[in-house]
C-alpha cells in the first residue's frame, strides 16, 4: 500500500513538471534574429495599417468636400436656417 501512495505521488511530480514546461513562452523557443525580424514584421504592418487609414480619411475629406462644392441651390436652402417668412 505504500508503494501506491509513492507512485501516484511521482506522477503528480512528473506531471507538474510538465505544466511548468509547458508554459514556456514563445519567445523562449525562437531564437533572437528570428524574434528581431517578426518584430520588424509586426512594425511594418503596424505602419501600413496607419498609412491606410490616413489615406481613408483623406479620400472622406475630399469626398464631402467635392458633394459640398456641387450642391444645388434647393439643397443650400433647405440647409440653411433663416426663414423666408421672416423677410416677407
Same mark, same amino acid.
Given at each position: 500500500? +505504500?508503494? +501506491?501512495?509513492?507512485?501516484?505521488?511521482?506522477?503528480?511530480?512528473?506531471?507538474?513538471?510538465?505544466?511548468?514546461?509547458?508554459?514556456?513562452? !514563445? /519567445?523562449? !523557443?525562437?531564437? /533572437?534574429?528570428?524574434?528581431?525580424?517578426?518584430? &520588424?514584421?509586426?512594425?511594418?504592418?503596424?505602419? @501600413?495599417?496607419?498609412?491606410?487609414?490616413?489615406?481613408? @480619411?483623406? +479620400?472622406? &475629406? @475630399?469626398?464631402?468636400? !467635392?458633394?459640398?462644392?456641387?450642391?444645388?441651390?434647393?439643397?443650400?436652402?433647405? @440647409?440653411? /436656417?433663416?426663414?423666408?417668412? +421672416?423677410?416677407?
Amino acid at each position: 500500500m +505504500k508503494n +501506491k501512495g509513492k507512485k501516484q505521488k511521482n506522477v503528480q511530480q512528473a506531471s507538474h513538471k510538465r505544466t511548468n514546461d509547458d508554459s514556456l513562452k !514563445l /519567445g523562449d !523557443l525562437v531564437k /533572437g534574429d528570428i524574434m528581431e525580424q517578426l518584430r &520588424k514584421t509586426q512594425k511594418q504592418l503596424a505602419d @501600413e495599417e496607419s498609412a491606410k487609414k490616413e489615406a481613408e @480619411e483623406a +479620400k472622406k &475629406k @475630399e469626398e464631402r468636400r !467635392l458633394k459640398e462644392k456641387n450642391k444645388s441651390f434647393e439643397e443650400l436652402l433647405n @440647409e440653411s /436656417g433663416m426663414d423666408w417668412r +421672416k423677410f416677407k
